[in-house]
């Protein structure tokens, strides 16, 4: 597995995948969850070359002796690293759920080092004054005995502070990211470890309180992915986020919650991919 050095000259790992097309940098969600549950993102491999980094305390790449190294502000400082070691002068980014606080950060940090946003169901209250529109979503499903357990568990949390614990409240409540509770969308759920040390760690440092502000100065081109029936993160406040961004758009996709790549294949491809294609420019 090819790697980088970090901001603080650590080595760090990362995926690459897809050959000799024009990079995507993707950062996965959880927070702390294993890259692996991305899989490629619906076939959108065969439109751009994935780079998928390990992020601190993740996979292969070592938790931080400094764990405000590991928040999702400071990370900001590893992309940068990681757009020097690709030999870019700007970078496209990708990310997904909580991977939208990393990409956020990065843009809101190094604006002129951005070339696109890809912001997929991103959970968007901390820079938003938007409602959730999560809680509709679950009552649209009311009386599913499988959502009702999930719902029922999120409130009571891991149990222990250990990756054990962590792992098996997400298996738990994992109902929740989708919008059925079909085959595919239960083997998807199993993909991807959680690191509890990690996930930790991604809160460890407060963002600056006029990052919501900043948005308004991002000029590279944003795509925001939202499900219609996301009972994670909602669907009303992604939307919002789009227009807070100088230069962002929303995609909303009907009968998904929170994995489009999984809940609606082809659209998200066919969404993402047609995004990419009009962006393609110098680097």
Do not use: K
């Not at 999702?72 to 400082?77: I, S």
Request: aromatic residues 8%; neutral net charge.
């Amino acid at each position: 597995m090819p790697t980088y050095r970090g901001a603080d000259f650590h080595q760090l790992h990362y995926e690459d995948r897809g050959g000799a097309l024009p990079p995507l940098v993707v950062l996965a969600g959880g927070a702390g969850r294993h890259p692996s549950y991305l899989g490629d993102l619906a076939g959108l491999d065969g439109h751009r070359r994935l780079i998928v980094p390990h992020l601190r305390g993740v996979g292969e790449s070592p938790p931080p002796a400094d764990v405000t190294r590991g928040s999702f502000w400071r990370q900001a400082e590893d992309v940068d690293r990681l757009r020097e070691h690709l030999g870019l002068s700007r970078l496209p980014v990708l990310g997904h759920s909580a991977g939208t606080r990393l990409a956020i950060a990065y843009a809101a940090r190094f604006p002129a080092n951005v070339e696109l946003l890809v912001l997929v169901t991103p959970p968007a209250a901390w820079l938003v004054d938007v409602p959730s529109d999560a809680g509709e979503a679950t009552a649209r499903r009311h009386g599913d005995p499988v959502l009702d357990a999930a719902l029922a568990a999120a409130p009571r949390g891991p149990g222990g502070r250990d990756d054990e614990a962590f792992n098996a409240h997400m298996a738990r409540v994992a109902p929740l990211g989708y919008a059925a509770w079909g085959p595919a969308e239960r083997a998807h759920a199993r993909i991807g470890r959680f690191s509890y040390a990690a996930n930790r760690a991604w809160f460890s440092v407060d963002p600056p309180a006029d990052v919501a502000d900043r948005l308004a100065g991002i000029t590279a081109p944003v795509l925001v992915v939202a499900g219609a029936e996301d009972a994670i993160t909602g669907c009303a406040p992604a939307v919002a986020l789009a227009r807070r961004c100088g230069n962002g758009r929303a995609e909303v996709l009907e009968r998904c919650g929170h994995y489009p790549w999984v809940e609606r294949p082809t659209a998200f491809r066919h969404t993402v991919a047609t995004f990419l294609a009009g962006q393609t420019g110098p680097r």
